[in-house]
């Protein structure tokens, strides 16, 4: 797939911060994706983006689609202890025969202190 | 619980061997996918069948093949098997064809020695 920068490679957070986390790629997506995977369980989509600028929210999550369609945003608002997690960004580019392609970044790692 | 379930749970082989992963969709989907998840490749999408028919491709290895069965589901080969394959390997499925809309499973822990 195509290959995802995702930075930061890992945080150590103050609990009540705003954290921001970013991907970048050098190919184009139709559609970005950010997923929370807790310790021994699956990714679950915490966000999905489907237009270039579009600004989603859920909850204290908020995430951007950017202009370029290379690119993509987290922020966590006043986090809290149950953020502890790896995030990961996912691009998805289909094309003219309807074949999804998704590229996964490689996570980052949130630990909040109490 | 995301209502998707993968069995087994752990898996410890030996190189050369050949295992099968099993998946069954939630309730309702007609989609499956497979992804890989090891330490240095990250989180690798491997293939997506809907509805029986292999809908689409990502980093699927030659020794590797799956299957969609007609009550939707799905089984993981994975043949000759050599110590990079060790990896957490997850399945998902969703309603539709639309990957965004898909909910992961527990996953199978994979552990060739």
């Known amino acids: 797939g195509q290959q995802l ?11 009540g911060e705003d954290v921001s986390m970013n ?4 190919s184009i997506f139709n559609t970005w994706l950010w997923y929370k995977q807790d310790p021994g369980e699956g990714p679950v989509l915490l966000i999905a983006l489907y237009k270039a600028g579009e600004l989603t929210s859920n909850g204290r999550l908020t995430a951007q689609f950017g202009i370029t369609r290379k690119d993509s ?34 996570g980052t790692t949130v630990t909040v202190r109490a | ?25 939630r309730s309702g989907d007609l989609s499956v996918y497979w992804y890989q998840q090891s330490l240095d490749q990250g989180l690798q999408f491997l293939i997506q069948y809907y509805n029986g028919e292999e809908r689409a491709k990502g980093n699927i290895l030659e020794r590797f093949s799956a299957q969609q069965f007609p009550d939707l589901h799905s089984e993981l080969n994975l043949s000759s098997l050599e110590l990079g394959d060790s990896a957490l ?6 309603v539709g064809s639309r990957m965004e809309t898909q909910y992961f499973g527990p996953g199978t822990r994979l552990l060739v020695l």
């Open chain 1, 23 to 26: 991907c970048t790629s050098s």
């Open chain 1, 73 to 106: 945003f987290l922020n966590i608002s006043a986090s809290i202890p149950s953020d502890v997690g790896i995030y990961f960004c996912a691009g998805q580019l289909s094309d003219v025969d309807n074949d999804y392609k998704l590229s996964f970044g490689a």
């Open chain 2, 1 to 25: 619980d995301s209502g998707v379930t993968q069995t087994p749970k752990h898996l410890i082989t030996a190189t050369g061997q050949r295992v099968t992963l099993r998946c069954s969709p």
């Open chain 1, 5 to 15: 920068n995702q930075s930061p490679q890992s945080m150590f957070i103050q609990e």
């Open chain 2, 89 to 94: 390997y997850f399945c998902a499925s969703s």
